[in-house]
């Protein structure tokens, strides 16, 4: 089945990288490359915005990924509303990091949700679901990479059968939340056990990083496992592990390996190499101010 797109919408150009100059978002990108109309409101909510968008004359609206909640007139200018591609399975994880928090959480199976707009956040009806597992060393990178397809697969899959797909409510009483991600929740609490916090550095890669205080500034770290040891050490203390030197947790038998990492102001690095830069030795500590 063939599709017109008649505009797209996203958001206005905003600075980017160390110039600090207007950068495009890839949505515009490739709108402008299909030669497709682009539209860039700094809130959709502004009054002359519903009847723009009616003005196009769409039958339906795909938002994606907005960044904003849309009131009732901008779900409505299309004629036959609008549709939100969600990456988790609603009701569950709604909100702006449903990847993210799915890792952090420990799920082990996530997917992509269609479901009719309403003026709550992903909250209206759904219309289909595909689930997926989570591999069990995904980053929530790796994850979303993963969905992109699968999410454009699903929409299509929903425009096709949207004359005979029968909206079914969600129940609210299953519902979590997703919020969006700040920079203060990839703090790793050495307290926790190993297996939290490797979710937390996986959940938190890309953005924001999982961080440490470590001798010579804040460390992050990008990838990790869990190993087994014996500790005795306060948490955040580097002890020693089968598979090399590792940081305590609160688990009494098992402590976190990290694998890549990134000092402060420096490129990535393996742990090895940058246990040898930093000089630690078993006894060290990670997390102390």
Known sequence: MHHDVVAVVTQPDRPAHRGRRLQPPPVKARGTAAGVPVLQPARLRDPEWAPRLAALGAEVGVVVAFGQILPRAVLEAPRRGSINVHASLLPRFRGAAPIQWAIIRGETITGITTFQM??????????LRAATPIGSEETAGDLARRLAPLGAEVLLDTLR????????????????????????????DWTRSARDLVRLVRGCNPWPGATTEAPGG???????TVVSAAVGPAPGTLVASSAGLAVATGDADAALLPTEVQPENRRAMSWPDYLRGARLAPGARLGAR
Do not use: C, F, N, Y
Not at 161 to 187: F, I, N, V, Y
Not at 218 to 224: E, G, M, S
């Open 218 to 224: 804040v460390l992050t770290i990008w990838r990790a």
């Open 161 to 188: 059968r949207l004359d005979t797909l029968s909206p079914e409510p969600q129940r609210h009483e299953e519902a979590t939340l997703a919020p969006r991600l700040k920079k203060s929740d990839g703090g790793l």
């Open 118 to 127: 309403d003026e709550g956040m992903d909250t209206g009806p759904i219309l």
